[in-house]
């Protein structure tokens, strides 16, 4: 049997599964990384482990990375221990194609992992040390969206900010807390020079993460905690920066389905880990074949040759239009139109909508058809390009095992770009020109028959998780399948559609209003009246 904690006594076998192996000295770089690195990492979770490893791991082969990574766990201890210490830091990754076939990879270029807190004294006074040292260069960060938010809807800052607001930098709790603690210590070690990098994947990444920073050091200095001099270091560019980024691979919760080949190939140690805080990760980490990081080129303290990685470096306006096009036009409004109608169609994965027609036809509709007119071409992705690798290749994909219903998580916290920012693009042109769109009032009139929670077929179904349901679905109340009148349809939806903090604008300013509801109405006649919508505006409108 092969363990991956002892990997190094089975080489040869691993070389006959097809594995790829680390081409440098590993204990070398993990030492020297354990010393001095020059790459934090925060954010253990599978995003890391499927695409920021790798990317360390190709420039430790070509001799450009000689020092490894360390991982900043600040959420979930249990995966430091469980999923990286208990493994000496190493995991599997696993390229998973199209055709089935899986590319095997051990990944062993983390060099150490702590669970980065204050509470746990002995690991966070190892990060400080590394933060005072000057040989460290960047720190990159996956710990979602939700990690850089500090206050509530209403404004008011969230109960455990307001705690480290009062305790200072020497108790921080939050993610946000704890790394403006560390930026501290590395001013005081003398303004030491750092970028700090988001690679979460949401629009212009590095001014949230600055901002929020900046609100931090602010409250901490009206109480007395830092001086105004921290201040004026966090926004000198030349001393701290914030680069803007764009990502897009996707890096599923670990598959059972992969647990059992590796189980087949003779591992014995590839059991999927859940801890108590309900993080899902494992000894190997499943991902697909196509990846883009775009980064804003901006690194004060130097940095490694990324671009022989794979990534992508460019100035922030580049790296912006790659952004707004994959979030506005390329894939995210197609994920959301699939999540959607997929729930209302009964499908529990992407990869199976991928072989309806109908659904098919929407997404191109809403990519090919009517963003690719108005979306900005950044250069260095091409925008149709982009779509074809995404239906030809990536949503297809049966070894992603990824549900619509994790998709339609938050969707009105997302219309607004996925489909608001479009609609702008058209209006920019002329009041009358939003009147030209099909596929997206398809869409948005689907969202609006999903939050009734009944199926296609009349079933009741739970909603996907979102921080607006109750409030929609008591605005569409009174409306059932089945409801014909066109003023209690009008009535409910204006409510939502006329709402701009959702789409961005008020939908009937914008001429779509009344063509929403009038799709809708058609998805509310009975049992598959979805289907028979989808498919009449597909062989209508579709393929032009």
């Known amino acids: 049997m092969i363990t991956l904690k002892n990997w190094q006594e089975s080489k040869d076998e691993l070389v006959q599964l097809g594995v790829e192996l680390p081409q440098f000295d590993v204990a070398s770089l993990k030492a020297q990384g354990q010393k001095a690195p020059i790459w934090l990492h925060f954010g253990g979770g599978n995003l ?46 696993v390229v998973m194609h199209e055709d089935g076939t899986l590319d095997k990879r051990l990944i062993a270029v983390t060099a150490d992992s702590f669970y980065c807190n204050p509470a746990d004294k002995n690991s966070f006074s190892q990060i400080v040390a590394y ?11 996956t710990i979602t969206e939700k990690g850089y938010a500090l206050k509530d809807p209403q404004g008011n800052f969230f109960p455990v900010i307001q705690a480290d607001i009062k305790n200072g930098p020497e108790a921080a709790q939050h993610t946000i807390s704890i790394v403006t603690a560390l930026l501290y210590k590395r001013f005081l070690a003398g303004e030491l020079p750092i970028a700090m990098v988001s690679t979460d994947n949401f629009s212009q990444n590095g001014q949230r993460f600055q ?53 087949e190939d003779g591992f014995s140690d590839m059991d999927i880990i859940h801890t108590s805080k309900g993080t899902n990760i494992a000894p190997f980490a499943n991902t697909e074949v196509i990846h883009y990081l775009v980064i804003e080129d901006s690194f004060p303290n130097g940095r490694p040759a990324l671009e022989k990685a794979g990534v992508m470096l460019a100035d922030r306006e580049t790296v912006d239009k790659a952004d707004v096009m994959k979030v506005t036009t390329c894939l995210n409004p197609l994920h959301t139109a699939l999540a959607v109608t997929g729930c209302l169609l009964g499908y529990t994965s992407i990869a199976a909508e991928m072989q309806d027609a109908d659904l098919v036809g929407l997404i191109k509709g809403i990519g090919y058809q009517e963003g690719l007119p108005v979306v900005a071409n950044p250069g260095i992705i091409d925008p149709k390009q982009f779509i074809d690798e995404l239906l030809q290749k990536r949503l297809p994909n049966p070894n992603i095992p990824d549900a619509p219903q994790r998709i339609a998580s938050d969707t009105s916290q997302k219309v607004a770009i996925r489909f608001g920012e479009t609609i702008k693009r058209y209006l920019e042109k002329g009041p009358e020109a939003p009147a030209k769109l099909v596929f997206i009032p398809v869409a948005i009139a689907a969202w609006l028959r999903y939050l009734l929670a009944v199926d296609d077929k009349g079933q009741a179904f739970q ?47 914008a001429g779509l209003g009344e063509k929403i509801e009038a799709i809708l109405k058609e998805m509310l006649v009975g049992p598959d009246a979805v289907r028979n919508t989808l498919h009449s505006y597909v062989t209508k409108f579709g393929g032009k």
């Open 463 to 509: 909603p996907s998780p979102d921080p607006l349901l109750a409030d929609l679905q008591a605005n569409l109340s009174g409306i059932q399948l089945g409801e014909q009148d066109e003023a209690k349809i009008h009535a409910a939806a204006e409510k939502i559609l006329a709402n701009a903090s959702i789409f961005g604008t008020d939908l009937y300013q």
């Open 48 to 93: 890391y482990r499927g695409f920021h490893a790798e990317v360390a791991q190709r420039l430790a082969n070509s001799g450009d990375l000689s020092s490894g990574v360390v991982v900043c766990e600040t959420f979930d201890n249990e995966v430091v221990e469980k999923a990286y210490r208990a493994f000496n830091n190493d995991f599997l990754e």
């Open 211 to 263: 901002d929020s920073i900046i609100t931090l050091a602010t409250e901490w200095q009206k109480a007395g905690f830092v001086p105004e001099a921290f201040l004026t270091y966090l926004l000198n560019t030349d001393k701290v920066t914030f680069p803007w980024s764009m990502i897009d691979r996707i890096t599923p919760n670990p598959s059972t389905s992969v647990e059992a080949i590796l189980n």
């Open 131 to 141: 933060f005072e040292n000057p040989a460290l260069q960047f720190t990159t960060f």
